[in-house]
């Protein structure tokens, strides 16, 4: 038997999916012990009103958005203590949440295509990057994200006279 797999029921072996709950901080299982707590009975409602969904926000310190945040990933889940774990971020503004893969890519393209003499347009260029990485099988980035790599690129003029 090998990591991550378990008998099953029937003798067969059944893997064994590890979502972060065996890692996640104790102090993180005791706030989502505490929302289960009350997110659980608001989740047998058919809707949850304002009133309620405002006194579960009181009570657990946080936004009545949040609440409602809580309560979709409680009804998505399996009902379990650890649908409502925090989650991972993917990375936030101004960090990289592309594959380094899909970057090189990127970073491959514009220099030999969008960044030459003979500057083809934006819409080729992505379609070199669309092609490229379906060929090898990786995710294909935004057209918005190709333009905003293409502009940190190009060098800008400062102080250029205007006459």
Known sequence: MRDGEALGMDGGQTEIVERGVLTAPNAAWDVAIRQAELISPLADQP??????????????????????????????GEGVVSDLLPRSSSGGRGRRRLPAAVEAVLREVIESRYLSRQRRSLAAVYREVVRRCRIAGLPVPARNTLAQRSQRRIPTAVNSPAD
């Open 47 to 76: 809707r949850l009103g304002l009133a309620a969904a405002n006194a579960a926000a009181d009570e657990l310190g946080i936004s009545r958005r949040q609440v409602y945040v809580l309560l979709s990933r409680w009804r998505a």
